[in-house]
């Protein structure tokens, strides 16, 4: 049986736009009071205005005012495990600790991780705080 979520996240494929790479990905993100945003990846012909399908679904989430999350599943139309880029992982710990739940598609089975396994030493407030203290320092 495929995770509620996974089945989201591969609903949200359709919307996807991907005319340069073909490369469609989905997200769906559940948040703590058991909503579920869903987003797709929307690209651009210069390729970094390009914008993710799990930055998509934080962006309605966040809109919507939901800042607290339970869980997110992120799949390709290759069903190849995708993982959230760099980019996304750290936008994630704006919101979510170390231990938050990261499901990839893989078709017949899934990849887990945590978010701390994915980023680990992510820039959060206490790094800034920590750089101030050292900038006063000086």
Avoid: W
């Amino acid at each position: 049986m495929v995770d509620p979520l996974v089945e989201q996240a591969r609903s949200a494929l359709t919307d996807a736009y991907a005319p340069y790479s073909s490369y469609r990905v989905g997200a769906a993100l559940r948040t703590a009071d058991d909503t579920v945003v869903v987003g797709c990846n929307i690209e651009n012909a210069n390729y970094s205005n390009s914008i993710h399908a799990e930055e998509v679904a934080i962006a309605e989430a966040v809109k919507t005012g939901h800042t607290e999350f339970a869980k997110l599943a992120v799949t390709s139309a290759a069903r190849d495990g995708v993982t959230p880029c760099g980019m996304c992982r750290q936008t994630l710990a704006e919101f979510c600790d170390e231990s938050f739940p990261i499901v990839c598609d893989r078709g017949d089975n899934v990849d887990d991780y945590t978010l701390g396994e994915l980023l680990p030493k992510a820039i959060s407030q206490d790094t800034l705080d920590a750089a101030s203290e050292a900038g006063d320092a000086e």
